[in-house]
C-alpha cells in the first residue's frame, strides 16, 4: 500500500464513481481500476461493489477509509508544517469544542485567529462531548476540548478546568431557598437530562451516581436550547452550570441550588490523537485556546477550578 493507491482509493470512495473520482484525482479511469485491483490484491480484501451506477464500499472498505483519511491528513499537514516553518502560521486547523467552551471561548478564539494569524485557516465544530471525541477519533477535527473523557491509549489528555454543577430550575421546582440541595433530595425532583450520546460520563465522572441520576430522569434530551426552553416552561431541573445558563440565571428567569452529598463536578480535558504530529499550526491554535480558557477563568466570566500550574495554563 502506498500514498498514491490511497489517495486514489479515497476519491473513489468519496466520488462513488470510477469516472467521478478520475475527474477529482486527474487521472485515467484505466489507471485507477489498475490501483484499485493492486490495492485489493495487496490487501486481501476486496474493497467496493461494483454495481451498475458506481461503487459501494464493503466493510473492509469503510474501515480503510476511516484509515486513508486520518493519514492524508497528516501527510499534508506535514507538508504544509515543513515547508512553511520559520514563517508565517498557515495552513488549516479544526477544533472540536464542547457547548460550554463555545460559549466561554468561541468569539475570542475566532477574533484572535482573524486578527494575529489572517492566513491560519480556523474550523470549530460545536457537540456535546460524547459526540465531538467522535470528530476526534475520526480526523474530522485536530484537536478536541470536551468534559470527562474516557481514558485511551490513543488519546493524549490534558486536564485544565474543573466545574462544579448545580441544580437549575425555576424557584417553584427547585425551591426558593439558596440553601444547598442534597442529591437524594434532587433526584426526587423532575429532572430533565443532558443527554451526553456515546459518553454519559460527560456530565460527571462517578457512573454510579450517574445511573441513578438517568434512571429518575423524566426526559433526555440532547440539546441546550431544548433543556433551557423546558426549564423555562416549568417542566422540571436540570444539573448543569452556572456558564450553561448565565444569562437566564443573571436576569432571574431561573434560580439554582448548590448540590451536596455528594457534590458533583466534571473536568474539562483537551485531547489530541497520540499517533498524529503537531503542526504548528496545531500548537498555535491549542496555545491560544489555553491562553483564553485562563482568561476566562482569572475574568470570572468561567467559574471553575484550573488544573494546570501555570499562569497561561499551557507555557
Not at 462517578?206 to 423546558?230: F, P
Not at 451536596?260 to 499550526?281: G, H, K, V, Y
Request: charged share 20%; hydrophobic share 40%; proline share 5%.
Amino acid at each position: 500500500m502506498d500514498f498514491r493507491q490511497l489517495r486514489y482509493f479515497t476519491a473513489i470512495y468519496e466520488q462513488g464513481t470510477l469516472s467521478g473520482a478520475a475527474s477529482q484525482a486527474r487521472v485515467a479511469v484505466s489507471a485507477l481500476s489498475h490501483s484499485l485491483a493492486n490495492l485489493e490484491s495487496g490487501l486481501s480484501s476486496k474493497l467496493f461493489y461494483r454495481k451498475p451506477r458506481g461503487m459501494q464500499p464493503t466493510a473492509a472498505g469503510e474501515r480503510l477509509y476511516v484509515h486513508a483519511r486520518s493519514i492524508l491528513k497528516a501527510v499534508s499537514a506535514a507538508e504544509r508544517d515543513i515547508r512553511e516553518s520559520g514563517g508565517e502560521v498557515t495552513g488549516e486547523i479544526s477544533a472540536g469544542l464542547a457547548h460550554s467552551a463555545v460559549r466561554a471561548i468561541g468569539v475570542p478564539l475566532m477574533k484572535k485567529v482573524l486578527e494575529s494569524y489572517p492566513e491560519l485557516q480556523l474550523s470549530l465544530t460545536e457537540s456535546l462531548s460524547g459526540p465531538t471525541l467522535t470528530h476526534l477519533t475520526s480526523a474530522d477535527v485536530d484537536l478536541a476540548l470536551v468534559f470527562n473523557p474516557p481514558a485511551d491509549p490513543l488519546l493524549k489528555i490534558l486536564p485544565v478546568l474543573e466545574e462544579k454543577l448545580i441544580c437549575v430550575g425555576l424557584p417553584e421546582i427547585i425551591g426558593d431557598t439558596d440553601d444547598p440541595i442534597s442529591f437524594d433530595e434532587m433526584i426526587e425532583l423532575p429532572i430533565i437530562l443532558l443527554r451526553q450520546g456515546p459518553s454519559t460520563r460527560a456530565l460527571f465522572d462517578d457512573v454510579g451516581t450517574m445511573k441513578k441520576l438517568e434512571a429518575k430522569a423524566r426526559l433526555q434530551l440532547n440539546s441546550i436550547y431544548a433543556i433551557t426552553g423546558s426549564l423555562l416552561a416549568g417542566l422540571g431541573c436540570t444539573v448543569g452550570t452556572n456558564l450553561i445558563m448565565h444569562e437566564q440565571l443573571e436576569n432571574g428567569f431561573l434560580h439554582f441550588r448548590h448540590i451536596i452529598e455528594p457534590e458533583l463536578s466534571r473536568t474539562l480535558c483537551m485531547c489530541e490523537m497520540a499517533d498524529r504530529p503537531a503542526t504548528f499550526a496545531f500548537e498555535t491554535v491549542r496555545t491560544l485556546i489555553l491562553e483564553l480558557i485562563d482568561d476566562a477563568h482569572t475574568s470570572g466570566q468561567w467559574g471553575a477550578t484550573t488544573l494546570v500550574n501555570s499562569p497561561k495554563l499551557a507555557s
